[in-house]
């Protein structure tokens, strides 16, 4: 799978980013916290440069906690600052004035320093499409001032939010990069919805998805659809085979069948696409700072 697509408003997007950086103290990303690696573009790295950062582990009431736990370890030990959130019920955003602050504390110190004491701090927000960056912002703000949706790329354009009086925030629509050439990227991004689901086969998704969490979480599909073991995997099958033949195992539990009595796999990958986006099949975390 190598999916294309790079919008022309998100090229405009990266150059916009790229000047607007002038503007701003601190560079915050927000991240899935379920799929830290995916969920993160390469370019920002480089339109950074040597800015402050801060990682927004968001989502992190879906993410498996000893996994969230050990990523912050590992960004924390390269210089990041770093704030776990659920910014639609808004756990953590609270934090988020302290930890900016704690980030830029050597740069606050120098401002007081020169006697620029109340000088604003302006903060960009970026991050992938569907991350929950707009809804983090307007958590922060105590207010609705971020246009948030659902689908990907809904934000547009350029807007400066104040949190406080000493603290402004730069959103900007979500930007991938051009490509995906890691195949576990696109299905990462695909599975949380930071995709469009029309760009893959809902049905192939859900196989991989669950072939994936056969292989990590078993002990969670075996609950969560009340199956009492899995279908072993076979020498050589590959994850569509092994991941369809789980969805059959789910689907006979649920009851989903068509006429004739086969299994609905093509309503059951659906529904565990669902149930993992809304974390009720569990908490997650694909990957893990070694990868």
Request: with cysteine.
């Amino acid at each position: 799978m190598n999916i294309q697509w790079y919008p022309g408003h998100m090229t405009r997007t990266r150059r916009k980013m790229q000047e607007d950086l002038k503007l701003i103290d601190l560079l915050c990303e927000v991240v899935d916290a379920r799929i830290p690696v995916s969920s993160r573009n390469p370019d920002i790295d480089t339109l950074a440069g040597d800015k402050p950062r801060l990682i927004i582990f968001n989502r992190a009431d879906q993410a498996d906690p000893a996994m969230t736990a050990r990523w912050i370890a590992f960004y924390q030990a390269r210089g990041f600052g770093v704030l776990e959130t659920d910014a639609k019920q808004g756990r953590g955003v609270s934090q988020f004035p302290a930890a900016v602050r704690a980030a830029l504390k050597d740069k606050i110190e120098g401002w007081r320093a020169k006697g620029q004491v109340g000088r604003p701090i302006r903060v960009m927000v970026a991050g992938i499409p569907n991350v929950g960056k707009s809804t983090f912002i307007n958590k922060a703000a105590g207010r609705k001032t971020a246009v948030t949706g659902d689908r990907p790329g809904v934000t547009r354009g350029k807007q400066w939010v104040t949190v406080d009086s000493g603290l402004e925030l730069l959103d900007t629509p979500g930007i991938l990069w051009p490509k995906f050439e890691d195949e576990a990227t696109g299905l990462h991004l695909a599975f949380t919805g930071a995709v469009r689901d029309e760009i893959m086969d809902t049905e192939t998704l859900g196989c991989h998805l669950m072939a994936l969490l056969g292989e990590r979480y078993p002990g969670a599909l075996l609950e969560g659809y009340k199956l009492k073991e899995l279908p072993a995997r076979e020498d050589g099958e590959n994850d569509v085979a092994w991941g369809y033949r789980l969805l059959e195992a789910a689907a006979v539990r649920r009851g989903m069948k068509i006429s004739g009595g086969e299994a609905d796999t093509g309503r059951m990958a659906r529904v565990l696409l669902d149930e993992f986006r809304s974390g009720k099949l569990g908490r997650f975390t694909l990957e893990a700072p070694e990868s």
